[in-house]
């Protein structure tokens, strides 16, 4: 079957709105304990919250782990695609359609606890070199806002350059209340400094994925939060550790 054909076959398929018909492709990136390879499977708090709203809402699909830029862009490129878990921001509103949110987040500076700038607010930080992770929201935003950002491929190279003083701040994301840093060697001597910006994560679907099927999911989020099978699997991963 050629390219084209195969486009158009998926762009049918969808087209009908039938959920048990359709596929979706779905990606993430690697963010533990959200989303994790486990052997052959893709696992985590995040991960595990689509894989329950595609079981009830009877939709056959697969997922991928991939660097974030890839699976972003593979997103708004390919019809039966989503990606999570992505912020959803005023500049990507028009870009997707959207499903959640499934979590929320902290957009934190961490660094050296013995710095010795100021950073009250974000303003404050204009002057530093923040490392990001290339292509994701918060690069997007500090970069937009004009900071000093120094972004690499792979987010976990950011502690290393913290500690040898290549960077003077990493932006991360964290959930409110979530002990997940303390799992980490470096977890002592890289510490948050300041919040600048609460956000919401959600699966970002392709524009030509079927309202029908958004709408499906969307419920199928909503009932799993009416029935407790959202907080049953938070629960799961609340004392995660990848070091065990």
């Not at 003077?168 to 890289?190: F, H, M």
């Amino acid at each position: 079957m050629s390219v084209t054909a195969c486009c158009l076959a998926t762009l049918a398929t969808l087209a009908s709105g039938d959920a048990a018909a359709a596929k979706l492709y779905i990606m993430t990136e690697r963010l533990p304990p959200a989303s994790m390879q486990d052997g052959a499977h893709v696992i985590g708090r995040e991960t595990d919250k689509i894989r329950e709203v595609m079981l009830r809402s009877s939709i056959t699909y697969t997922i991928d782990l991939l660097p974030w830029k890839r699976a972003y862009s593979t997103a708004l490129a390919r019809a039966d695609a989503c990606v999570y878990s992505t912020t959803r921001t005023p500049e990507r509103e028009q870009l997707f359609k959207w499903v959640g949110p499934t979590d929320e987040a902290d957009w934190v500076f961490l660094g050296r606890p013995e710095h010795t700038f100021k950073l009250d607010t974000l303003d404050d930080a204009r002057t530093l070199r923040i490392g990001t992770y290339n292509g994701d929201a918060r690069d997007e935003f500090l970069r937009t806002h004009g900071f000093h950002v120094d972004p690499v491929l792979d987010d976990f190279a950011n502690p290393q350059k913290l500690l040898l003083n290549r960077i003077d701040l990493w932006a991360v994301g964290i959930r409110p209340g979530s002990t997940a840093l303390a799992n980490y060697s470096w977890s002592e001597k890289v510490v948050p400094l300041l919040v600048f910006k609460h956000i919401q994560v959600y699966l970002a679907c392709n524009p030509a994925v079927p309202d029908a099927l958004i709408e499906q999911m969307n419920a199928a989020l909503a009932a799993m939060r009416r029935d407790g099978a959202v907080a049953k699997i938070e629960r799961h991963y609340e004392h995660w550790n990848e070091r065990k």
